[in-house]
């Protein structure tokens, strides 16, 4: 188990404890962090479980993948740290990891 | 799951709310020597291999060497991926918020006013013209003397697809070249739309097409396997979603006094009930062994059942034959579970198609005297390898 901080645009805070080895989004989920919606289930196909990876963390989860970018895109979200969270693995160098999620996910 | 529920309300006793099951169970045909998985982990696991291939009659029999002579449907890996990718803008939630809803909201004025005109009409025959434009908009078939003569060709064309192929969609593509009927479509759609976006390229899927030089028969199957995938699926899905709610009082009430999530929440319930695709073919091009269960041998040929894995206990919960539209939150899974497929193939179209569902039905329910004055007939449509409702007749009073 990690520790996952996820950050709302209104400031309210939740940690989760994650599951190594699964997505973050999946994660997310299981935990119910609302924000949170993955409505394709983890396909890379809806850009609706964006999350912005706070700049001290983006060394760690990486740039975005080609398989993220045309969600991103369409999403508009420009954010530099921004990530599908369902692309985004959870291991245990992520412990204390903090994501922002976006004010809309559509 | 606590054992008491299960007990409380055994599979096999319990309320069955699914219409199509019966008629599903009578004709529905894997493929000859497909071995059919019913997990849905399993399933799922499956669908998301890179190392499966699309199978079944006629994606075997495709020539993968022209790429640009054949619907994505039938690619896998880099090409499929890239083809996915230059479209899939089109069907982002933004774009569906932003420019599709306008062409939902128009249909749907045109639609309401036809109905309240004639006071009664097919409901099959609404559903199909909300399914068409939508899907046209995103083809880029906009050039049409109307968009009724355009949906009625290409009814012509999809109906005139008769042999019957195991799989979702795989005579459609298959015999669509044969197709006399195919060249009024031609004449009359694409080709104008083709000049159309020489001219001034837009963002749709023909405009693509154009720049990527596809050949007129590239452009013919792309065309129609959006026709077979997007809009036969949808005709049929908003006529299941209003037959359950017309015969539901308490769950219409509910979907017209709920918020747009619960709207969409009891919409994914009903389409987990009654998939509208059945079987999806997929070939092992290497062993897949995972961790959920999947485990095909190389060359070896499986057939999803989404019915059984939309069905499977183990990601339902107890009751899975009941329609409950809390389940999918509770037990934390995406809401049509694999009615849209997954991996690789799940379909682009699956926000859109619940968007327009939607706004189709919420209208249709608010309008004063709606009534359903006869009930669909439920048929068995071998092209989508699903159910056909025909006959549903829906009255309202006068504007
Ligand atoms: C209720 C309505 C719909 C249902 C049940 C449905 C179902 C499906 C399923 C199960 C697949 C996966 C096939 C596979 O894995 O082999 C699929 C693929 C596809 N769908 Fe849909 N669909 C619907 C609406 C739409 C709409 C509205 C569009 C477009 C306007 C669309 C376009 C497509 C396309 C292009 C594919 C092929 C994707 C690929 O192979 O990568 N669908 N659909
Ligand atoms: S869950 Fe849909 S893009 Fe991540």
Same mark, same amino acid.
């Given at each position: ?5 996820f950050?709302a645009?209104d400031?309210s805070?939740q ?13 997310a989920v299981?935990n119910g962090v609302e924000a949170i919606e993955a ?9 609706t ?52 999620t976006?004010?809309?996910q559509? | ?31 000859? #020597? ?5 997990? *849905? ?21 495709? /020539? ?5 002579? +054949?619907? *994505? ?35 749907? /004025? ?6 309240? !005109? ?56 298959? #015999? ?12 009359? /759609? ?18 693509? %097409? ?17 026709? !077979?995938?997007?809009? %036969? ?12 709610? *017309? ?7 509910? *979907? ?5 999530d619960?709207?969409?929440? +009891? ?25 959920? !269960? ?11 059942? +989404? ?22 939150k ?25 968007? &327009?569902?939607?706004?189709?039905? /919420? ?5 004063? !005297?709606?009534?359903?004055?006869? &009930?669909? &007939? ?5 092209? +989508? ?15």
């Amino acid at each position: 188990m990690v520790a996952i901080r996820f950050i709302a645009v209104d400031g309210s805070a939740q940690t989760i404890d994650a599951t190594v080895g699964i997505s973050l989004m999946e994660n997310a989920v299981a935990n119910g962090v609302e924000a949170i919606e993955a409505i394709c289930g983890g396909n890379a196909y809806c850009g609706t479980c964006r999350v912005h990876v706070e700049p001290e963390w983006r060394k760690i989860t990486g740039p975005i993948t080609e398989i993220e970018e045309p969600m991103i895109e369409a999403s508009g979200d420009t954010d530099p740290g921004v990530r599908l969270s369902c692309q985004i693995e959870v291991t245990e160098a992520l412990e204390g990891l903090v994501v922002h999620t976006p004010e809309s996910q559509s | 799951m606590s054992s008491a529920q299960v007990q409380g309300c055994p599979v096999r006793h319990g309320r069955d709310d699914r219409k199509s099951a019966r008629l599903a169970d009578a004709n529905l045909q894997p493929a000859k #020597n497909a071995r059919v998985v019913g997990s *849905f982990a399993a399933a799922r696991e499956i669908l998301r291999s890179p190392k499966v291939r699309q199978a079944g009659a006629s994606a075997d029999q495709i /020539d993968l060497s022209r790429p640009e002579e +054949i619907s *994505f449907f039938f690619l896998d890996g880099d090409k499929h991926r890239k083809r996915r990718a230059a479209v899939a803008g089109l069907f982002a939630p933004k774009t569906i918020v932003t420019r599709h809803r306008a062409v939902m909201d128009r249909t749907m /004025d045109a639609i309401v006013a036809d109905l309240q !005109g004639r006071g009664s009409a097919p409901l099959d025959e609404l559903s199909w013209q909300m399914a068409v434009d939508v899907a046209a908009e995103i083809v880029g078939l906009t050039e049409s003397d109307s968009n009724v003569n355009l949906a009625n060709r290409v009814k012509a064309v999809l109906d005139s697809s008769v042999s019957r192929k195991p799989g979702f969609l795989n005579t459609l593509l298959f #015999n669509a070249k044969m197709i006399p009927r195919v060249g009024k479509f031609w004449k009359h /759609d694409l080709a104008p739309a083709i000049e159309a976006r020489k001219r001034q390229p837009k963002d749709d899927v023909i405009s693509y %097409m154009v720049k990527e030089n596809y050949s007129k028969k590239g452009m013919i199957m792309e065309c129609l396997s959006y026709g !077979g995938a997007g809009m %036969m699926t949808t005709r049929e899905f908003i006529v299941m979603a209003a037959w359950h709610l *017309f015969e539901k009082p308490e769950l219409r009430e509910r *979907f017209l006094t709920g918020g747009e999530d619960d709207q969409f929440a +009891i919409l994914e319930e009903i389409l987990r009930l009654e998939p509208v695709a059945s079987l999806l073919h997929r070939k092992a091009a290497e062993p897949v062994e995972g961790t959920q !269960g999947a485990s095909v041998q190389e060359g070896e040929t499986v057939c999803v059942s +989404i019915r059984e894995a939309n069905t499977d206990e183990a990601i339902t919960g107890p009751c899975p034959y009941e329609l409950d539209p809390d389940r999918a939150k509770r037990m934390k899974v995406v809401g049509p579970y694999l009615s849209f497929g997954d991996g690789p193939h799940r379909c682009p179209g699956a926000q859109v198609a619940l968007h &327009e569902t939607r706004v189709f039905l /919420d209208r249709l329910f608010r309008l004063p !005297g709606i009534r359903l004055v006869s &009930e669909p &007939e439920i048929q068995w449509n071998p092209q +989508i390898q699903g159910y056909e409702l025909r006959g549903a007749v829906v009255a309202c009073d006068p504007a």
